[in-house]
Structure formats: structure tokens, C-alpha cells
């Protein structure tokens, strides 16, 4: 998630955007070279990509976090039992 987060601040940062839709709109740009459009469109790519990425990690988390819950309550109704 770190890394995500840094990457995505490094291209704020580099383009002066805060979204991937702003940069998106920087494409109109008439100064922008035929590089330049590449290098935005493969940023803007990575962008969602990454988005996509925390969403699922985030979620897998969350999934995680519901088990690992699920299983201490199990593991305290099997120590009940027991005793």
C-alpha cells in the first residue's frame, strides 16, 4: 500500500494533478508532444492500475480481518466446551 501511495503522490507531484482524471485532461494540452501524450497515457494506465490494486488490497484486508475474527470466536467457544 506504501509503495502504491508513493508512486501515486511521486506522479501528483511530477504532472501538478490530483487525480488520474486531471491528468487525463492535461492529454488537450496542444504542447504536448507525441512522447509526452505516450508517457501521460502509460501514467494515466498505472494510475488505475494501482487504484484497482489498493481496492482489492483493502478489501482482501477487510476478508482477512473478518476470518481471523471468526476463528478467535471459535477458537473461544471450542476453550468453553473444554472446560
Known amino acids: 500500500m506504501a509503495a502504491i501511495t508513493e508512486e501515486i503522490e511521486a506522479w501528483q507531484a511530477t504532472y501538478d494533478v490530483e487525480t488520474w482524471e486531471e491528468l487525463e485532461q492535461?492529454?488537450?494540452?496542444?504542447?504536448?508532444?507525441?512522447?509526452?501524450?505516450?508517457?501521460?497515457?502509460?501514467?494515466?494506465?498505472?494510475?488505475?492500475?494501482?487504484?484497482?490494486?489498493?481496492?482489492?488490497?483493502?478489501?482482501a484486508l477487510a476478508l482477512y480481518s473478518d476470518v481471523e475474527a471468526a476463528r478467535e470466536q471459535m477458537i473461544d467457544v471450542a476453550d468453553r466446551d473444554r472446560n
Not at 492500475?49 to 489498493?54: F, G, M, S
Open 26 to 59: 492535461s492529454l488537450a494540452d496542444g504542447d504536448l508532444a507525441s512522447d509526452g501524450l505516450r508517457e501521460r497515457r502509460d501514467v494515466i494506465r498505472s494510475w488505475e492500475e494501482n487504484q484497482e490494486d489498493r481496492r482489492l488490497i483493502k478489501h
